[in-house]
């Protein structure tokens, strides 16, 4: 039964993957894809070493993916915990945080971010949507300020 599971998983997984966008195409509004002056490794360096010594902010994890060739990064924004705590305790699994992701592709240095609002997708609730309006103002000058995005 596990192994039919798990094939059955693996083919589910196949199936959706012939249907995503091409590279570089994130194919929806939900992905922020900004190239960088400085390197993969550097620019997450600087925003860990930033989000850690700020109280405003939350450093949860970095971890490395793809055999290394993505750094990701995990911070919130804790200001607007109550909103999300407002939408339901069983939307505390997205608390308020960044999704970002370093790579180099093309020989340029990328960041791509989720876009907040994938929590009014997931969930659509007026807490939430004052969460991401609140959240997204503070993670754009927290990007154009640590790492000179815009």
């Known amino acids: 039964m596990t192994r039919f599971l798990k094939t059955t998983a693996m083919a589910g997984i196949l199936t959706v993957g012939t249907a995503l966008p091409a590279a570089g195409d994130s194919g929806s509004d939900m992905f922020h894809v900004y190239t960088l002056d400085q390197s993969p490794e ?10 850690e010594a ?6 949860l994890a970095e971890f490395g993916l793809a055999g290394g060739k993505v ?7 804790p200001e607007i915990g109550s909103d999300v705590v407002a ?19 093309d ?4 960041l791509s971010m ?5 929590m009014t ?3 659509p609730d007026p807490n939430l949507e004052n969460a991401v309006a609140t959240a997204r103002p503070a993670f754009e000058e927290l990007l154009s300020e ?3 995005v815009e």
């Open 42 to 51: 550097d620019a997450a360096t600087q925003l860990r070493e930033y989000t």
């Open 54 to 59: 700020e109280e405003n902010w939350l450093f």
């Open 71 to 77: 750094t990701a990064l995990k911070i919130c924004y």
């Open 87 to 105: 939408a339901g305790m069983h939307t505390m699994a997205m608390m308020p945080c960044g999704h970002l992701a370093f790579y180099e592709e």
């Open 107 to 110: 020989g340029e240095s990328k």
């Open 114 to 118: 989720l876009d907040l609002s994938f």
């Open 121 to 123: 997708e997931l969930y």
């Open 146 to 148: 640590v790492l000179g």
